[in-house]
């Protein structure tokens, strides 16, 4: 059946799953969560424009453009596979702990620069984003580049499935989502389901040779290694890094010391492919992140560094200690809750704060967790601070704002601005 979907597919404007934006000859596929049911809009998007509807829902079995399936998922996985295999093109494959969305995009705009690509837009990089951006795919695109992410035991070898990448890259592994994955080892392993899935492919890896823990049991043979002994170097930091590849100076528009390793592994991907190496520094001198991580803008007289997409404590620590080592007068970190870290998020708190005030920074602690271990400069949300802000405002000041996504500091407007 999945063969007869995909006929009629090829001859849709694309995948739909959200009946507020339906586009006109598109597929809409209706999903189940927690709080909704795409199987109620079934109907509705028929009308709106769609050209056929997969569906659950029995009652609107007999339109002849309502696709009627058990699992309106499994099939939407199931019709992603198949395109990814009858496109025939190379699949880049990202996870990672932290960077892997940033080393997602240098890829891109490397890549970009000598080949037709198609891309994870935004994080769409779970279970349902990956098979979006996989029915993205077109005729005309040359190369792949798939983010995927994982929030519990399995997660990365279920997307390897469905995406089958001839390549794979992993910026690294730590604690993050442990909630969902009980532990360390967990994290370890379904994170290195992309290693196992791409050597059994015969692919290629991307390795940074300077992580001991991706290294590990590493015995293969396509692997392409790159890491901070290799010659590169920070130029310097103000905050935006400059750093020296290959024999050219490259002054980016990211900030963050621990970005160079995501610079490295886009110069070693773009290698690969066989792009030239000053169209490589090109693509990374131009890229200009605009996804609230290590972006850095300017505030009234503030610079203001925004990465409060994602945080947990490895990501937290080498922000701070970024922000340390940047030249300024006044610096302040503006932390919220790190989210997802079940039991060890008190500890992973308690260090957060003991960080600061080691480091001499200047902290304000925004959300729940926070309020439980900071005994200063706490708020319980995001409105409490502002209100602080509003009449406290900073002056000449270099501000780093992070957190994670779910605490909202994007409101956080008397410090960011209306960015």
Not at 11 to 23: E, K, L, P, V, Y
Not at 105 to 120: G, R
Request: net charge negative.
């Amino acid at each position: 059946m999945i063969e007869q979907i995909y006929e009629k597919f090829l001859n849709t404007s694309g995948i739909c799953t959200d009946s507020r934006a339906i586009r006109q000859n598109s597929m809409f596929v209706c999903l189940k969560g927690a709080n909704f049911d795409g199987n109620a809009f079934a109907g509705e998007a028929l009308e709106k424009g769609a050209a056929y509807v997969i569906t659950e829902s029995s009652s609107i079995a007999g339109n002849e453009r309502a696709i009627v399936v058990n699992d309106s998922l499994a099939t939407l996985q199931q019709l992603a596979h198949l395109h990814r295999e009858k496109m025939c093109i190379p699949v880049v494959g990202i996870t990672g702990t932290n960077g892997k969305t940033t080393t997602k995009e240098l890829i891109n705009a490397v890549l970009s620069t000598t080949y037709k690509t198609c891309c994870t837009k935004g994080n769409l990089n779970n279970h349902i984003g990956v098979p979006l951006t996989l029915l993205s795919i077109s005729k005309d695109d040359e190369i792949a580049i798939v983010e995927m992410g994982a929030n519990h035991v399995g997660e990365i070898a279920d997307l390897c499935r469905i995406a089958d990448p001839d390549a794979g890259l992993i910026t690294n592994i730590g604690v993050a989502h442990i909630e969902g994955f009980g532990s360390k080892e967990n994290i370890v392993k379904t994170k290195k389901a992309l290693y196992q899935h791409v050597m059994k492919s015969d692919g290629t890896l991307f390795v940074n040779k300077s992580d001991s823990l991706l290294c590990e049991g590493l015995n293969y043979e396509k692997v392409v290694f790159y890491g901070e002994d290799s010659g590169t170097r920070i130029v310097s930091m103000d905050p935006c890094l400059t750093i020296r590849l290959w024999d050219r100076t490259v002054k980016t528009n990211l900030t963050g010391s621990y970005n160079i390793v995501n610079f490295l592994a886009a110069a070693a991907v773009g290698e690969f492919f066989n792009v030239r190496r000053e169209l490589v520094c090109k693509a990374l001198s131009e890229y200009t992140p605009s996804n609230h991580r290590s972006q850095v803008s300017v505030v009234g007289t503030n610079t203001v560094i925004s990465d409060y997409y994602n945080a947990n404590l490895t990501s937290m620590t080498a922000a701070l200690e970024n922000l340390a080592l940047l030249k300024g007068g006044r610096k302040a970190a503006v932390l919220g809750d790190m989210l997802e870290l079940g039991s060890l998020s008190g500890q992973a708190h308690t260090e957060v704060v003991a960080m600061t005030e080691k480091m001499g920074i200047e902290a304000y602690f925004v959300g729940a967790e926070f309020s439980k271990v900071a005994n200063k400069n706490v708020f319980a949300d995001v409105e409490a601070a502002n209100e602080y802000f509003t009449d406290h405002p900073f002056n000449d000041a270099l501000v780093l704002v992070k957190g994670s996504n779910g605490i909202h500091l994007n409101r956080l407007t008397a410090v960011l601005g209306n960015e």
